[in-house]
């Protein structure tokens, strides 16, 4: 059963930083696409960065270049969001992703996804 468990959201101050985590079962990371994505209130979900599994190399969307970073940790099944630099524009929910076959910035490529995980920023 494939399961993606999202954590590491709160309530931070601008200027910050936080890393979530997505644990995932039922699969493994290093042979699957994964992904996140965020969700701002009144507004369409929207990609953020993704990991293509073959070459463990990060695709950011373009807003997400220079505060963002993706990265994985095989040995514990994990993909993580490390977002430095908060700002207001940056709350949202944020979900994980994941999908055997496909891969990109777009929510319609992955067929599993976590519960999401709030991140909330402060002035």
């Known amino acids: 059963d494939v399961q993606l468990q999202a954590s590491g959201g709160g309530l931070v101050q601008a200027g910050g930083s936080l890393r979530l985590s997505c644990t995932a079962s039922g699969f493994i990371v290093d042979d699957w696409h994964t992904a996140w994505f965020r969700q701002a209130p009144g507004k369409e979900r929207e990609g953020v960065s993704c990991i293509e599994h073959s070459d463990d190399r990060a695709y950011y969307a373009d807003f997400a270049k220079s505060r963002f970073t993706m990265s994985r940790d095989n040995a514990k099944n994990t993909v993580y969001l490390q977002i430095d630099n908060l700002k207001n524009e940056d709350t949202a929910v944020y979900f994980c992703?994941?999908?055997?076959?496909?891969w990109g910035l777009g929510s319609s490529w992955y067929s599993y996804w976590g519960q999401g995980t709030q991140v909330t920023v402060s002035s």
């Open positions: 992703a994941a999908d055997p076959t496909d």
